[in-house]
């Protein structure tokens, strides 16, 4: 090892993991990157300045102790690193795989900003406990004592999962309820095994469960239990039930079939990687194979719905994004990635309506184009349309991918005085994740809207911290 295993930047480059090859990778739905050597992850780690005020770690939702695992890493101590970073990160090999690092740790890494190429932090992160995995450093919860107190989590996606981690290590009984047949939420169903493989999610539910965390699946809430009931079961209530409602276009022909939604296009294409008997898939409906696909929107779920499509053996893909590259929401890196493996974006475009022949089958989208004007309150240029320059872009699938709102839950629930925004998601305190209704905590994608994992994870762990206290607080504890 060397003396000095750190400053490394001023002779190493940024490296990433390498990237299989764009046409090996349209032919299965596996990870793109591989893993790092040994001596890779050492001089990678090593290449962090240990600079003062680490603004990678301020940047991190988890303010994970980023400098010090790097340190750990380039010194070959990394049982300490695993140790460390398990401490602040629920799931870090998955933050390091799907995390945003350009918008997040590694966008605000010091040496970044002097040009000498981030660290490549997630990279690291993801190798420090893979290798943890491998190692079997990564045990089942133990709790030292058990607690009688029973909290129902609803919702077995990451914000849920966090919120699970930590109460059971303190002893107490978690209860998981999920709509689904499989746990893991957006993380199983929703997020290409391209980005993240299956086996990584489904090791980390195997282990909660092993830890005692008890999982009732396909049990929706609303339909096959009461809220009410679940409250009355259970001394506290977690909400982390994330956000679904597909936003719509109001469009001539937008019915139509070979018109569908994102996320019913990649649940039938993650659950075909499960090997599930999907019709939907299996009829056509959703399969995108030997079709001209067009994909309508410019966020992560529409980078994966293009980079799905290219995975299952369309003749073409097509994004329409109504604003320009660089005022895109999805991940640089994805894009790349996109185009890298034949995407092709066609800029500045907005869809008008849907063309059909005579039978109702879908033959293309009508194509608005567009200019940027203003920014506009998102800080954002704003697109304007331009005028008489419509056209048809052909297709015989269109994937809507325009983003998610909050189902209606008071309603749907039964439960009017759970309070909630003017966009439909639940009013929760902001470091304690509490709502309106005593004893009922809320947190993830149904307090904040579409989000991250990374943010699902943070809220996940603060509120359960935030329900152990109320749990233990001395007029509860009395009152019993
Ligand atoms: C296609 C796609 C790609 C994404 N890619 C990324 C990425 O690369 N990186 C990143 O950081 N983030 C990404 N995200 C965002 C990320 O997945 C979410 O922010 C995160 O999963 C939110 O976590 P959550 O726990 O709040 O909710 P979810 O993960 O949505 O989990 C909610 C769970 O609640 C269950 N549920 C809902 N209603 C009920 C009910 N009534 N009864 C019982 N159970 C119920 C659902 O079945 C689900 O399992 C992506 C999102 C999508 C849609
Ligand atoms: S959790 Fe995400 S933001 Fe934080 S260090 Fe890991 S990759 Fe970066």
Redesign the pocket.
């Known amino acids: 090892m060397a003396k000095q295993p750190m400053l490394r930047f001023v002779k190493i480059g940024r490296e990433m993991p390498e990237k299989r090859p764009p046409a090996l990778r349209a032919e299965d739905f596996d990870e793109i990157y591989s893993e790092y050597s040994d001596e890779k992850a050492t001089e990678q780690a090593g290449r962090c300045s240990q600079c003062g005020v680490p603004y990678c770690q301020s940047h991190c939702p988890l303010h994970n102790n980023i400098p010090d695992w790097l340190l750990m890493t380039a010194s070959g101590r990394l049982q300490e690193a695993y140790e460390l970073s398990q401490a602040t990160n629920t799931f870090p090999e998955i933050c390091g795989r ?3 690092q350009d918008r997040l740790c590694e966008g605000n890494c010091v040496i970044e900003q002097s040009g000498h190429g981030t660290v490549t932090i997630g990279s690291v992160e993801k190798y420090i406990t893979d290798t943890a995995w491998e190692k079997g450093w990564v045990k089942p919860i133990a709790p030292a004592q058990e607690r009688p107190e029973s909290v129902a989590i ?7 999962l966090a919120a699970a981690d930590v109460l059971r290590r303190a002893g107490v009984q978690v209860t998981v ?4 047949d499989r746990a893991g ?3 199983t169903y ?2 290409p095994g391209f ?1 993240l493989e299956k086996p990584v999610v489904m090791r980390r539910i195997e282990q909660l469960e092993a830890g005692g965390v008890e999982f009732v699946l396909n ?4 339909e096959d239990i009461t809220f009410d009931a679940i409250r009355g079961k259970h001394d506290a209530v977690l909400i ?3 956000v ?1 409602k597909a936003r719509d276009l109001v469009a001539p022909n937008s019915g139509a079939p070979g018109v569908v939604k994102a ?1 019913e296009f ?1 649940t039938a294409s993650n659950r075909k990687s499960f090997g599930d008997e999907v019709p939907e898939f299996d009829n056509g409906d959703l399969d995108a194979r030997g079709k001209r696909v067009v994909v309508i929107g410019g966020g ?2 529409a980078m ?1 719905c293009v980079r799905t499509a290219v995975r299952q053996g369309a003749t073409s893909v097509r994004c329409l994004y109504r604003r320009d590259r660089d005022n895109m929401p999805g991940s640089r890196r994805e894009t790349q990635n996109a185009e890298e493996e034949g995407v092709e974006f066609v800029w500045l475009t907005a869809p008008s309506g849907f063309v059909t022949d005579a039978d109702g089958t879908l033959t293309g989208v009508r194509v608005q184009k567009m200019r940027l004007g203003q920014p506009d309150a998102t800080g954002r240029r704003a697109p304007e349309l331009i005028e008489g320059a419509d056209y048809t872009e052909e297709a015989d699938l269109a994937i809507m991918a325009l983003g998610f709102e909050p189902e209606d839950l008071p309603m749907l629930w039964g439960v009017p005085e759970l309070a909630v925004t003017r966009w439909g998601t639940i009013k929760a305190k902001f470091n304690t994740h509490e709502t309106d209704l005593p004893g009922v905590w809320a ?4 307090v904040r809207g ?5 943010w ?1 994870i943070r809220d996940g762990r603060e509120a359960a911290d935030a329900i152990l206290s109320y749990l233990a607080a001395p007029a509860r504890v009395a009152a019993e």
């Open positions: 799907i995390c945003p609803i919702g077995a996606g990451p914000g849920g309820y999920d709509r689904y939420g957006l993380l929703g997020i980005k049990c929706t809430v609303g982390a039930t994330g679904y996320l990649l992560d779920t994966d947190v993830g994608d149904i579409a989000s991250l994992v990374v699902a």
